[in-house]
């Protein structure tokens, strides 16, 4: 929520928020490992590592700027195959690679290494690649990881077919390997990527959405 953390305890809400800890007022994004640590993204207090001790306990560990994150606003978080988390921020990527009791970070910019720096969401496809939607600059996808190296980096944008340059949400179909992406202005767009007649297919107003911004 806009004012921290609420777990629901079968009884009524424990609040994880500033007052009792909580670095950043805004919670953009959970995601739980399997340790059942609760990793929460926040709009400006960087990555927060919950350990739910009781219904009434908990531990903060948080992870910012001061760690060497290239940005606090996380909007999502991705935990692959190897254990690495990735962070989609307002500042790059960022690349939590375990390393005993801590992580090490690696940040991709934009300019250097991915499109843009905007971005606001992360899905695996069935292929292993990773796919990001950014703010900014349509979404891009990163090849499947090999030998914990990053693949090729490939951009879709308005000059290739995609219809938006802001891409919000990112769903991959397990079952037929089509991927969705929720766009900030043109509605929704599939995406088969075995397909005889690869390209983006979409769905806006036009074709009875309610509205063109999916989120």
Avoid at 158 to 176: Q, Y
Avoid at 181 to 194: A, I, M, R
Wanted: charged residues 25%; hydrophobic residues 35%.
């Amino acid at each position: 929520t806009d004012e921290g953390i609420s777990i629901l305890n079968g009884t009524g809400f424990n609040n994880i928020t500033a007052d009792n800890g909580l670095p950043g007022k805004v919670t953009l994004t959970f995601m739980e490992d399997d340790d059942h640590n609760i990793w929460a993204g926040t709009s400006d207090g960087g990555l927060n590592k919950i350990n739910i001790i009781s219904p009434d306990s908990f531990s903060i560990k948080n992870y910012s700027d001061k760690n060497g994150m290239s940005n606090n606003s996380v909007f999502d978080i991705f935990r692959d195959k190897e254990k690495r988390l990735w962070l989609a921020t307002f500042g790059g990527i960022n690349i939590f690679t375990p390393n005993k009791d801590s992580f090490d970070i690696t940040v991709l910019h934009s300019g250097r290494d991915i499109p843009s720096d905007m971005l606001l969401t992360i899905e695996e496809d069935t292929k292993g690649n990773l796919w990001f939607g950014t703010g900014d600059a349509g979404v891009f996808k990163i090849k499947k990881i090999k030998d914990g190296k990053a693949g090729e980096v490939i951009r879709y944008n308005f000059f290739n077919g995609f219809p938006s340059n802001t891409v919000w949400k990112i769903l991959s179909d397990k079952k037929s390997g089509k991927l969705w992406f929720g766009t900030g202005e043109n509605g929704l767009c599939g995406f088969q990527q075995d397909s005889a007649k690869k390209g983006f297919v979409s769905f806006d107003m036009h074709d009875g959405l309610p509205n063109n911004v999916v989120l």
